[in-house]
Each structure stands twice: as structure tokens, then as C-alpha cells.
């Protein structure tokens, strides 16, 4: 038996059940619903498509990373897919400038459940050297929700593939009985992400009332009279 195998048995078996020690390499005692999610995201982990896009340095490693020299394919991951409906991952890798968050996450709402997103590099994470900058976000995930976040400025492939294994581990863990890890089997659609509007900075639709709100307090300061300015 491969060692391949042996792990798969190996998550296989339940916690509540011993199996001597001579038969472990060859038997599992398992449940229906164990087994059905060990077979469900053991397909799901190893045929992850990513999206082919990138934005800035970074995205040159993730390149190498699908190179022969690290071979991506190895984990069942080679196939960039040009369109978001066939992604189920998104690799945000590079700086995100406030022109580019919009058709993220525009992207992004394309894409079919299940999706992940991992962000790579300190740009795509927290805004990297250029944080605070007058065109940067300081990180993607103050707009779309991120699985996996792989630091460096750049990351190697090396450490790509890492997160790339931790977002199969992720996976791994989901379950179809557990809705709160599977939200998208659940009743009626997915909901989107509110796509930022792009005018003389960049405005995220989900914080309309607290702009709104510094906009009045801005304006009782301006007049003096909070009266006047409610009116
Ligand atoms: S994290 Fe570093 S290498 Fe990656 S996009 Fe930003 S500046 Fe470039």
C-alpha cells in the first residue's frame, strides 16, 4: 500500500474506534458522513483551479511557482483558468491599488461557491511598503474574506506552495453536515460583496452610514450650530 493510501486511511478512521495495530495500514472504521466528506474534499483539495491574474513583483514567483521546477501540478494545481467562473481560487498577488480593488472584487463575486482567496505578499495582505499610499489599500481583506495569507515581500514559491497546502488543510476541515464551514450548500444564493465605487479616493458601499455620518459632524463643525446643519 502507498503511503498516499495509508494517509487517506488514516483520516479515514474514526477517533471513537480502535483498530489493532497489524490491520491499521489497511482498514478504517469509519461513519457514512465522515466518509463522504473525506471523499468529497479529497476531490475538492487536489483539482483547486486558480485564477490566472496578477498584479504586481509578486505575481512573477507565483509564475515560478507553476514552473517545472516547482511543479504545481503536484497538487493537482496547474490549471490557471482565464475566467473567474471556472476559478475556484483567487491568488491576489501584488500591490492592490484602489483602481484595481473594483474589478477585484468584481471578479471575485464571478466566481462560483466554492471559492477561497489567498493573499500573497505584504502588499496583497497589508498594504506592504507602500501602506497608507494616496492609490493603495491597506490590505484586500477590508473586501472580500481571506482564507490564506502567505507573507514576504516577495514570497518564495516555496513559500506559495506552502500556503497552497495550507488551503488544502482548510479544506480538508470543511464539512458537509456543518454549514457554518459549508456555507454555500445552505438555502438560496451567496451573497455578493458590494463592489467599491471608485470617484476621488476610493468608497467602500458597506460604510455609506459612517461616511455619511463624518460628513454631518464635518458640517456642524463648519457652521457651529448642530441645529442648523440637521435642518
Ligand atoms: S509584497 Fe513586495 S514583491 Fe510583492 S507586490 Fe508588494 S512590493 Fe512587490
Given amino acids: 500500500m502507498t503511503q498516499a493510501n495509508e494517509n487517506f486511511l488514516k483520516e479515514l478512521r474514526h477517533p471513537d474506534v480502535s483498530v489493532p495495530e497489524g490491520m491499521q495500514s489497511s482498514v478504517a472504521v469509519t461513519t457514512f458522513g465522515r466518509l463522504i466528506d473525506s471523499i468529497y ?7 483547486i483551479w486558480p485564477m ?11 509564475i ?18 482565464a475566467s473567474p467562473r471556472q476559478a475556484d481560487l483567487m491568488i491576489v498577488s501584488g500591490t492592490v491599488t484602489k483602481k ?26 497589508g498594504g506592504g511598503p507602500f501602506k497608507e499610499g494616496y492609490n493603495v489599500v491597506s490590505g484586500i481583506d477590508k473586501y472580500i474574506p481571506v482564507d490564506v495569507y502567505v507573507p514576504g515581500c516577495p514570497p ?6 506552502y500556503g497552497l497546502i495550507m488551503m488544502q488543510k482548510k479544506i480538508d476541515s470543511q464539512s458537509l453536515s456543518d454549514r ?5 450548500y445552505g438555502r ?17 458601499p458597506r460604510q455609506a452610514f459612517l461616511l455619511r455620518r463624518l460628513a454631518e459632524e464635518a458640517q456642524v463643525g463648519a457652521t457651529g450650530d448642530g441645529r442648523e446643519a440637521s435642518a
Fill in 180 to 184: 457554518s464551514s459549508t456555507p454555500w
Fill in 156 to 161: 518564495t514559491p516555496q513559500a506559495l506552495l
Fill in 100 to 125: 484595481m480593488v473594483v474589478p477585484i472584487v468584481r471578479l471575485y463575486n464571478q466566481m462560483a461557491e466554492p471559492k477561497y482567496v489567498l493573499a500573497m505578499g505584504a502588499c496583497a495582505i
Fill in 41 to 47: 474534499n479529497w476531490g475538492r483539495r487536489n483539482s
Fill in 64 to 81: 515560478a511557482t507553476a514552473s517545472s521546477r516547482f511543479d504545481q501540478a503536484r497538487f493537482g494545481m496547474e490549471v490557471l483558468r
Fill in 188 to 204: 438560496g444564493p451567496s451573497e455578493e460583496v458590494p463592489v467599491p465605487i471608485l470617484g476621488p479616493d476610493i468608497i467602500d
Fill in 52 to 62: 490566472a491574474f496578477g498584479l504586481a513583483c509578486c505575481a512573477i514567483e507565483m
